[in-house]
């Protein structure tokens, strides 16, 4: 039987040129976050299956890469259903790691904890532009610190790596999701019905205040409801100004300081920006998974039709490892969709140190060859990059292809 040669659906082999970027954009990662303080760490990429099926990953415990169990553990005709023939599963995101990786280390971790993490993440979705089955993911994350400094920092750090990678003109959209809480009940939603009721509203975006208010009908619930919710929503431009109206329409049903909290975020990131971006409040963002517990964000980028990253607090989580709960906030970029953006607008890896080729003719002798190495390496220790190979019959060709890459000086060796 041939093998097959084409990766699996939904992975992808990198090329070169690629994998500079990557590499480029990794690096520029770490230097930007960790002027910031964060620290990098490293979780698994497989996970306990009872941790991955909490019921805090959304969507995305539907697409859950599960592993069987081994050995004897595997009983495949005793087993009744999936949860019997697998005890793990591949990672479909960062946080749920990390909260497990905090729980487990809290005693050896400086507070508040600064975390980076880079790592694949996978999930059995169906494959397209910028989005995989097998995917790298980045986020930062503070654990430990309960106020808005926390936020501050996140947001700070995130547009500070964007501009830094070229972006201009995008946009942070902020809100909390306590907004969403006193905006469901002040419109005399049952609790029951507030996940659903937020999983329309998150449409917003995509077709517009009508098709939303079209799906609430469709949904059943109450006319009165849904008009006095999309009321709401009419009017206003973002700014602090529009978090205080909407604080004042909600009246009890706004958890205390929800507002403030806010107005500060968005006071600071745009006191001390470094870039070309605005921060608006939005009170129609939702953020999919249902571990967020306050203070929501998106960044979204003309260039691309979907958001290049989000986060938001999730306080919850670590809780549900030790039974003691944690502030945590975090904020993740959607790497793969920026790697796709560079590619796309053909950026180049700004030239560290000169890079050297040396074109070694095939018949060259062996005495020959040992000078050629001897220089290459002095000029390696000289901090420059020396790329030493074989002589192509289409030396042009072969030259136009280095030039392409970024090699500076190009140097012929015959043999002598």
């Not at 975390?115 to 996978?122: K, P, R, S, W």
């Not at 979705?125 to 995989?132: A, H, I, N, W």
């Not at 920092?153 to 070229?166: C, F, H, I, P, Q």
């Not at 300081?257 to 806010?262: C, Q, W, Y």
Request: hydrophobic content about 40%; some cysteine.
């Amino acid at each position: 039987m041939a093998l097959l040669k084409k990766p699996v659906t939904g992975m992808k082999d990198i090329l070169p040129r690629e994998m500079e970027i990557r590499n480029y954009v990794m690096d520029l990662v770490r230097e930007t976050y960790g002027n910031f303080g964060f620290t990098q760490i490293e979780t698994p990429c497989v996970e306990h299956i009872e941790n991955l099926c909490s019921n805090q990953g959304g969507e995305n415990e539907k697409l859950i890469f599960k592993i069987l169990k081994r050995g004897e553990k595997l009983d495949i005709a005793n087993a009744k259903d999936s949860s019997d023939l697998a005890d793990s599963g591949l990672r479909y995101d960062l946080t749920l790691p990390l909260s497990r990786y905090y729980a487990n280390h809290a005693n050896e971790l400086p507070s508040p904890f600064k975390a980076l993490q880079m790592g694949n993440v996978f999930r059995a979705d169906r494959p397209q532009k910028g989005r995989f089955r097998q995917f790298q993911q980045c986020d930062i994350d503070i654990l430990g610190d309960a106020t808005s400094l926390a936020e501050i920092e996140l947001v700070s750090a995130t547009t500070t790596l964007l501009t830094k990678l070229g972006f201009k003109g995008f946009t942070v959209r902020i809100s909390d999701r306590r907004f969403l809480k006193g905006i469901a009940a002040s419109c005399g939603f049952e609790e029951s019905e507030w996940d659903t009721v937020f999983i329309i509203l998150d449409k917003m975006d995509k077709i517009g205040a009508d098709g939303v208010k079209e799906e609430l009908l469709k949904e059943g619930y109450n006319a009165e409801a849904v008009e006095k919710c999309m009321s709401l929503f009419v009017g206003g431009d973002g700014t602090r100004e529009n978090v205080l109206s909407l604080k004042e329409r909600l009246g009890e049903f706004l958890a205390e300081g929800t507002a403030e909290s806010l107005i500060s975020i968005m006071d600071c990131v745009n006191a001390s920006k470094a870039g070309d971006f605005s921060i608006k409040f939005d009170p129609t963002l939702v953020r999919g998974m249902s571990y967020y517990t306050g203070t929501i964000f998106e960044i979204e980028a003309a260039e691309f039709s979907s958001s290049i990253a989000g986060g938001g607090r999730y306080d919850g989580m670590v809780g549900r490892f030790t039974g003691k709960d944690v502030p945590a906030c975090g904020f993740s970029i959607g790497f793969e969709r920026i790697i796709t953006m560079l590619l796309d607008a053909d950026f180049k890896v700004p030239a560290k140190g000169e890079r050297v080729a040396f074109l070694v003719d095939k018949k060259m002798s062996a005495e020959g060859l040992v000078e050629v190495m001897k220089e290459a390496a002095s000029l390696r220790a000289e901090g420059k990059k020396v790329l030493v190979t074989q002589m192509m019959k289409n030396k042009k060709f072969q030259k136009d292809n280095l030039e392409a890459d970024g090699y500076t000086t190009i140097k012929d060796f015959y043999n002598k």
